[in-house]
């Protein structure tokens, strides 16, 4: 079975002993960067370790989290759906593991990114040669000040966009609502339980 917004929680208080947390990305630039610049806002005083492991697809990534979870408190799986095989199969292996959570994203990262601007619930396919990411990615580049947005080239976009995080936030938790109820969730992303579980451990 799916895990849900629920199944997060929060992130401990201040005040107690902080957990150690590794956070996998499949995204080597774009995604991986965002979440280390979040960790840095929230001044997080904790382990938290944004890696790459080579292997992109959903399966291997849950499986290299499977493999270093006993070094750590909570694993956090970033996987763009888009167009990957093995993502079912991903989500399987990630609801039997105790600490494991897979932070999901129909179709990729970018789409977070659309939800810092407007409530989209687009659904996203493959249109000729270009991938439902890549569609994804023409749609952000139409949003204010992101014409220009390349993958894995906006090194700055967390600082950019940090005044519209509260409106993501709120975009992000309304679709994810949503998509729940009526069983679609292309479009839909989990990036703000993320982020609101480390705002949660956030250093006083």
């Known amino acids: 079975m799916a895990r849900t917004s629920n199944s ?4 401990k208080s201040s005040k107690a002993p902080q957990p150690t947390v590794l956070v996998i990305c ?3 630039k774009s995604g991986k960067k965002y979440i280390e610049d ?7 005083r904790l ?16 499986i290299e989290g499977q493999r270093r979870l006993m070094k750590y408190d909570r694993v956090f799986c970033v996987l763009d759906r888009d167009s990957h095989a093995s993502w079912d199969e991903a989500h399987r ?16 990262f970018e789409y977070w990114l659309i939800l810092h601007f407007r409530n989209n619930r687009k659904p996203y396919v493959r249109e ?7 569609c994804c990615v ?8 992101m014409e220009q947005y390349a993958k894995g080239k906006d090194d700055r976009v967390f600082d950019r966009l940090l005044n519209r995080l509260p409106g993501a936030k709120s975009n992000a938790a309304a679709v994810l609502s949503q998509s729940e109820k009526d069983g679609e969730k292309n479009p839909s992303t989990q ?8 705002e949660g451990l956030e250093a006083e």
């Open 191 to 198: 990036m703000h339980l993320l982020l609101g579980y480390l």
């Open 128 to 134: 000729g040669n270009r991938s439902p990411g890549d």
């Open 47 to 62: 382990t938290v370790e944004i890696v790459h492991i080579g292997k992109t697809d959903p399966k291997n990534i849950v």
């Open 38 to 44: 979040a960790a840095f806002n929230y001044r997080v």
């Open 138 to 145: 023409a749609d952000l580049r139409q949003c204010e000040s």
């Open 26 to 28: 499949e995204d080597l």
């Open 93 to 108: 292996m990630a609801a039997k593991t105790p600490k494991l959570e897979i932070v999901a994203t129909y179709p990729c």
């Open 8 to 11: 997060f929680g929060r992130g």
